[in-house]
């Protein structure tokens, strides 16, 4: 998935849900973006979770075809947690949850409302897989098929099919978001079909270039592709808007709050940040690669659409390679200042909603989700970094040299 730091500035604004019980770990470009967990219960902190909770759709599952007795065996925290997925407590469960803001709260209490979030959003995955196989077309069923991977802790298999056979490159970038980040069984099928159908795309190129060894003879060439490459900076917005298409409970409540975590959890579904790994290869063999490398710094830097680590990434090479060396130095402060902005979103959204209960914030959340696919995480951040405010301590930047 992505590098570490990028899904975290990538994400910033958005992480506050994740103190709140309703973040999955993931991508992270990833975020976004680390194996796919969005079907893993998350675990209070210093805390193992029991092994009956690792997979909350086998558990439901489970549940959903057990007799009484069998239900009755259980570990109590699960049978509370499913308890709490009856249609009637809805409602209930927001007032359960605000009520526990604040106040001391068991590691008991602590571990039921995460799982019973983590078993809300396997309900809501498994009825928006349904709707998405009622629709039929290409692009909804490999919507089905990513759900489905993303509930069974990445098993890619059935999309990766899907996209082998596909004339679309929006489901090879979907299944490449799987199966490429990390590198798994069937990202160079992807990858290599992917080039068949769109030669000189970008994110096809540059997972094309993570595929080389890294003394491999072809990376030059490869680099040089990369450089010349077609933008692709649809796909991320076409999922986003597929899934937000989806059917969503109009009530405030348990269903409601599972519904956004979800949608959160696949925002950055059918992305691909530019492989660091062209900005390594570029900072270590800098004269057969200076032209390719200068050419694609100045290119992701021109982007509105780039992430916040590719502009990073570029600046590192650009104060290295590029041939206005002042230019450069200014779009390094630029960075630095979008980042602090990044990090003040990040200061002020978990103070707005540090108090407000899951329930409450939906409307919010889903706001700033909207904002970040539509405008571009670049160009939102940016204009946070623009308006007058003091510098935060917290606000250090990811790169200072």
């Known amino acids: 998935m992505k590098v570490l730091g990028g899904w975290v500035l990538c994400l910033a604004a958005l992480v506050w849900w994740r103190s709140l019980g309703g973040g999955v770990s993931g991508p992270v470009p990833q975020p976004v973006v680390a194996g796919s967990t969005a079907g893993a219960a998350s675990a209070p902190p210093g805390r193992l979770m029991p092994a009956a909770f690792s997979d909350p759709w086998a558990l439901l599952s489970r549940a959903e075809a057990a007799g009484a007795a069998d239900a009755e065996s259980l570990p109590a925290e699960a049978q509370k947690a ?26 008991s209490d602590e571990l039921i409302n995460e799982l019973t979030l983590d078993l809300a959003r396997q309900q809501v995955f498994d009825r928006w897989i349904g709707v998405l196989r009622q629709r039929g077309d290409g692009r909804s069923l490999a919507a089905a098929d990513y759900l489905k991977a993303e509930a069974s802790l990445g098993d890619a298999s059935a999309l990766n099919l899907r996209a082998l056979n596909s004339q679309d490159g929006r489901v090879l970038a979907l299944a490449a978001h799987l199966s490429c980040q990390p590198v798994q069984p069937g990202c160079q099928a992807l990858v290599s079909r992917w080039l068949q159908l769109e030669a000189g795309n970008e994110q096809a190129l540059s997972w094309q270039l993570e595929l080389l060894p890294p003394e491999s003879s072809e990376r030059l060439a490869a680099l040089t592709r990369l450089a010349d490459a077609l933008p692709d900076a649809d796909s991320q917005r076409v999922w986003a808007a597929l899934f937000a298409s989806l059917p969503r409970s109009a009530s405030a409540g348990l269903r409601q709050t599972a519904e956004q975590s979800a949608l959160e959890s696949l925002h950055w579904a059918g992305s691909g940040s530019m492989s660091p790994n062209w900005a390594m290869t570029c900072r270590q063999d800098q004269r057969p690669a200076a032209a390719a490398c200068t050419k694609l710094a100045e290119r992701i830097w021109q982007s509105e659409r780039a992430t916040l680590m590719d502009k990073v990434q570029a600046v590192l090479v650009g104060k290295k390679l590029g041939a206005d060396e002042l230019e450069w130095a200014q779009r390094h402060q630029t960075v630095k200042a979008v980042q602090a902005a990044g990090t003040r979103g990040h200061e002020e959204a978990s103070a707005e909603f540090q108090g407000a209960s899951p329930c409450a914030g939906v409307a919010a959340r889903r706001e700033w989700q909207q904002k970040l696919a539509r405008e571009g995480e670049w160009r939102v951040y940016r204009q946070l970094a623009a308006q007058p405010v003091l510098r935060s301590p917290a606000a250090m930047p990811l790169i200072d040299k």
């Open 82 to 107: 499913i308890a709490w997925l009856d249609p009637a407590k809805d409602a209930a469960w927001c007032a359960r949850v605000a009520s526990a803001q604040g106040a001391a709260v068991s590691a």
